[in-house]
């Protein structure tokens, strides 16, 4: 049973991420497998049924897969002397942290904080400085100065990084302080868990004894009324007792529709703010950033110039998924021992590249570098070689290259039909030069910004 739960845990990992894996996966021991169903024995009830709600399906098919057998129904027993890594039990020492960067319980009574997720990990732009300021503020934890911070904005753009920052930053100022980070669904299937187990009085004490409460995606608690009910004497006991509360949506509290008008005017009174959509400096940025990550975790890799301009300007859609188009690049280049290059991000890249297709046109980009550079329009097309032409037409390509998603011979017969090596050789050559010219770095970057505007 052991190995072939291992070998079915090693798949899901893939599946459900490696945070979830290690929360949930890992402290399940599979005991038997009989007549379609699949007995565990788990940590708690509580990891028992999250995994039943979340991951049972996956659990179900990976078996049946690995057994080859008809798995229908998980069965579970609670045994936490009998399961190895019980995470409710999870040392928070700093050995244990430094063995599992990624994820770990420092935060016993919610969910996992991501030990990635701080301020020095945070890269600080125009749509963030706010939010970061206040974040700040609240990890200092020396007075309550705007209680609850309420920190929203579209998906991707930092909230639950930044939450885990408050968490991590107010817990070293603090050790002593009990912190719990939980998401909105969590702090609702606890309370009916409570409820169906009869234990709201601990429930209820667990909550009021925290000294900085913060619940993530609290949009989620929408239309669910008792929830909302309890979530609002719980908040409003805490704002009493003078504690820290921090709450993230996805929207302001007035936008939050299924939200009882008292809970969004509680929400209001603090401070509400805003994560702004990225711009182009931020995205590149947190790009440049993690970047440095990865070379620590994939020495030896290069990055050829342009490319992170180019991922910058392409993918604006949100951070979340510039960092899975590194991450993606990254993996791919190491393991075909490729230099990251404009070409191989744009192959391994096609589908994000094509989601987030800006639409600038090859002729747009010639008719903005023809005026930028003074010369003719006809000159992009035409076959005059002198280096005044020559070379913003040059520049024309290389940006058609990094701006839409053309082929090379697509480009080509924009240029007046030239051979797509004749475009490869412009592309090469400008990329080249804005390595060790920066005054042409400098002009590629302020064309690329009147060209997204
Ligand atoms: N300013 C930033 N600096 C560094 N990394 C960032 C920044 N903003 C977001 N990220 C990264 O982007 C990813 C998504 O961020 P996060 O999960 O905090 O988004 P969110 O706003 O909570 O989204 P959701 O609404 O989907 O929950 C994370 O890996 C996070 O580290």
């Not at 005017?265 to 990550?293: F, M, N, W």
């Not at 046109?361 to 002198?386: F, T």
């Amino acid at each position: 049973m052991d190995e072939l739960w291992m070998q079915v845990s090693a798949k899901l990992e893939g599946a459900v991420g490696a945070n979830n894996h290690d929360r949930w996966i890992k402290p399940l021991r599979l005991t038997a497998l009989d007549q379609g169903v699949a007995a565990f024995d788990a940590p708690t009830r509580f990891v028992s049924d999250w995994v039943n709600r979340h991951f049972a399906r996956q659990i179900l098919d990976g078996l049946a897969e690995a057994s080859g057998t008809r798995v229908e129904r998980l069965r579970f027993e609670i045994r936490p002397e009998r399961v190895a890594n019980n995470p409710e039990r999870a040392p928070a020492d700093s050995a244990s942290r430094a063995a599992a960067p990624a994820a770990v319980a420092t935060n016993d009574l919610g969910a996992p904080l991501d030990q990635r997720f701080t301020f020095d990990n945070f890269v600080v732009g125009k749509p963030n400085e706010l939010a970061h300021a206040a974040a700040r503020r609240v990890a200092e934890g020396e007075r309550v100065s705007f209680n609850p911070l309420f920190l929203y904005g579209g998906v991707g753009l930092g909230k639950t990084h930044l939450m885990h920052a408050i968490a991590h930053e107010f817990q070293r100022n603090h050790p002593d302080a009990k912190v719990l980070y939980l998401s909105a669904e969590q702090f609702m299937y606890r309370f009916i868990q409570a409820l169906r187990e009869s234990t709201i009085m601990d429930f209820k004490e667990m909550f009021r004894n925290v000294h900085l409460l913060m619940v993530d995606d609290v949009q989620f608690i929408a239309g669910k009324e008792s929830t909302q009910e309890e979530f609002f004497h719980t908040f409003n006991a805490l704002v009493d007792k003078g504690k820290q509360i921090v709450i993230s949506a996805d929207r302001a509290p007035g936008e939050i529709k299924g939200l009882e008008e008292r809970i969004k005017s509680r929400l209001s009174c603090g401070l509400l703010v805003d994560l702004h959509p990225t711009t182009y400096e931020l995205r590149l940025g947190i790009l440049q950033s993690k970047t440095d990550a990865f070379r620590a975790q994939y020495p030896g890799l290069s990055i050829a110039p342009g490319v992170l301009e180019f991922l910058a300007h392409r993918i604006t859609s949100n951070v979340r998924v510039l960092e899975g188009a590194l991450q993606r690049l990254f993996a791919v280049a190491n393991l075909t021992h490729r230099e990251i290059t404009q070409d191989l991000t744009q192959d391994c890249l096609a589908d994000i590249l094509r989601a987030s297709d800006r639409r600038v046109s090859v002729e747009e980009i010639q008719r903005k570098v023809a005026d930028h550079y003074n010369i003719r329009l006809s000159d992009m097309i035409g076959p005059k070689r002198v280096r005044n032409v020559a070379r913003p037409r040059q520049i024309a390509m290389y940006l058609s290259k990094q701006l839409t998603s053309r082929s090379l011979p697509e480009i080509g017969r924009r240029f007046g039909g030239r051979d797509h090596t004749t475009i490869m050789h412009g592309v090469r050559k400008v990329e080249e030069l804005a390595a060790g010219d920066e005054t042409l770095a400098e002009d590629l970057d302020l064309l690329r910004r009147l060209l997204e505007a």
